[in-house]
């Protein structure tokens, strides 16, 4: 029976601490995806200037080479294209997106919608320019919250677990 005990307790403790490094992880995952949506505006933007594809085209070369959650948002928008415009189909792929981005990350990213399609290249290029710097200023952002929670979190964890089993021993 006490062996069944201290099972239960390493099982607890080992079970918060992983909770915490789950929820530390969420930082980290969200600094990769607004690095790999900026990588990713560069191509945009590079294959707009000099390619003049049309955007759904563009949107399935980026969805193929982009990591899973932000190549899906890509993927959702050239589907939607098919009957909505290229804004209205990016502001919809970018609400319906399983992503770690914050509220204030999408909206950044809805930024992006006002002038996709619409105007020439130049202003599309201008409209990316300007997602672009927001973009950064949401990268800097969540490295200042990696580098303050991410240690929390996954210590935090870590000591709950260790005080419930110290509470029932």
Not at 94 to 110: G, M, R
Not at 117 to 144: M, N, P, W, Y
């Amino acid at each position: 029976m006490q062996i069944l005990k201290y099972f239960m307790l390493l099982l607890i403790f080992i079970s918060s601490s992983l909770i915490g490094k789950y929820i530390s992880k969420k930082y980290t995952y969200r600094l990769e995806e607004l690095e790999e949506i900026r990588n990713i505006l560069n191509v945009f933007k590079s294959k707009i200037r000099f390619t003049y594809e049309p955007i759904p085209e563009i949107f399935k070369e980026i969805a193929s080479q982009a990591k899973a959650n932000i190549g899906e948002i890509f993927e959702e928008a050239r589907k939607n294209m098919k009957v909505l415009s290229a804004g209205e189909a990016w502001e919809k792929a970018v609400q319906a997106s399983e992503t770690n981005l914050t509220i204030e990350d999408k909206n950044v990213l809805f930024m992006l919608s006002k002038m996709l399609g619409q105007t020439d290249v130049e202003g599309q290029i201008s409209q990316i320019e300007v997602t672009e710097e927001f973009l950064e200023k949401q990268i800097k952002e969540a490295e200042e919250e990696k580098n303050k929670n991410e240690k929390l979190y996954s210590r935090l964890g870590t000591t709950i677990g260790l005080a419930i089993v110290i509470i029932l021993i």
